[in-house]
Each structure stands twice: as C-alpha cells, then as structure tokens.
C-alpha cells in the first residue's frame, strides 16, 4: 500500500493553513504532523533544513517545501476538475498573492510582532501600509465578485484568507471599523467556511496522524 503525503503542520501558521486548506479541497489524504516550534523533528529538519513549515513529503520522496507549491501540487494531483487551481491564475489574483506574501507579509509582521524587528517606522504605520498595500485592492476586487475566482472561491481564496485573518486578530475591533465591507464580509464568510472548520482541529504532537478529505 502506497503510504500517504505526509505534511509538517503547525496549526496557526497560515502558509501551513494554506497547504491544509488546499489538500482537504483538493480531496488529497494525507498525514498531518503538528510540530512544536522550540523543539523541531529531526526528520523534518533532514527533508527541509530551513526548518520551517508547511513541509511535504511525496509518496516518492520528494519534497515540497513552499506553501504554494503544495497548494499547485495538490490541485494538479487531483485533475483539478473544479477549476480551483486555474481560476487563480488570473494576471489579478497572481499580483493579489504575490502582493500577500511581498509588501503584506512584511508590514503584517511588524505591525503583528513589533519587538522582533529594528525601525523607525512605528506599529501603526505598518498597520496603515498592509491596508493600503493589500486590503483595499482586495476589497476593491470583492466588492464586484465576491470571490477571487469570480462568483466561484478559488486558490487564491485560500492562500490570501489566512494572512488577512492574522491580521484581523491583532485588533479586532480596530479591524471592524475599516471602511471595507466586502473584505469583511468575505473574510466572515471563509472563518465559517466547512472547509477552515476541517482544517482546523488540533492535533496532538510529537506523532502523525490522518487528514481526512474534505469532501
């Protein structure tokens, strides 16, 4: 019997979330392994010495170490029959993620994680720029479709959703008085989404464990 993928996980991670979302979609099984961060297993570390997750393990041996190559992976494995993978290629959602993971990432962690990094600038000027950068060209782009893949959810959807709920979470009620209703209520709609709800349990250390399909 072919063994499983098997994914280095670490739950409120969102490039790990990601991945997660991206395989129950797909309908991929897979085994899950949530690591501690302090103490990473060696196993992992040999497959992926950048010691961080998602990190996943073909059945073959090879190995994916970067949150959107899992995601392609695991949409292309499937045949991508409903189009979740190809409707995120659009020219808008690919500058939509790489906006995300560019400018956004870098203001998100020094709003989110001020103490870990040298600068003039102060926790709400990056606060204002992961708006300006991300948030608004994205409420702009839902306010005409609701999804990113036009009336339809699609990768995109999923790679973005997590890092926009992590930056949610540093003030919520600061996050609810931004003039930005389509995002917010985009974003509602993915925190009550089955699909977050399945990839979201929490799951005991140190042993991996099955994932089962969304659907």
Not at 32 to 48: G, Q
Request: glycine share 6%; hydrophobic share 45%.
């Amino acid at each position: 019997m072919t063994p499983a993928p098997l994914l280095y996980t670490y739950r409120r991670c969102p490039y790990a979330m990601r991945a997660r979302l991206a395989l129950l979609q797909a309908g991929v099984a897979f085994d899950a392994f949530e690591i501690v961060l302090r103490d990473k297993p060696a196993e992992m570390l040999a497959l992926s010495p950048k010691g961080t997750v998602p990190v996943l393990r073909l059945p073959d041996g090879q190995v994916l170490e970067q949150s959107l190559d899992i995601m392609r992976w695991a949409f292309v494995e499937a045949g991508d029959t409903e189009g979740w993978w190809a409707r995120a290629q659009s020219p808008v959602n690919l500058e939509l993620l790489a906006i995300c993971d560019g400018a956004f990432k870098h203001h998100l962690d020094r709003y989110k994680y001020p103490e870990r990094f040298d600068g003039l600038d102060s926790r709400a000027h990056h606060r204002e720029q992961a708006v300006d950068v991300l948030l608004k060209p994205l409420d702009a782009q839902l306010q005409s479709t609701g999804q990113l893949g036009d009336q339809a959810p699609c990768a995109a959807d999923i790679a973005i959703f997590p890092f926009v709920r992590q930056f949610a979470a540093v003030d919520p009620g600061w996050f609810e008085g931004l003039p930005l209703p389509a995002l917010k209520g985009w974003l509602r709609g993915w925190l009550a989404h089955p699909l977050f709800q399945a990839a979201m349990p929490k799951l005991p250390n140190g042993r991996a464990l099955p994932f089962p399909a969304a659907h």
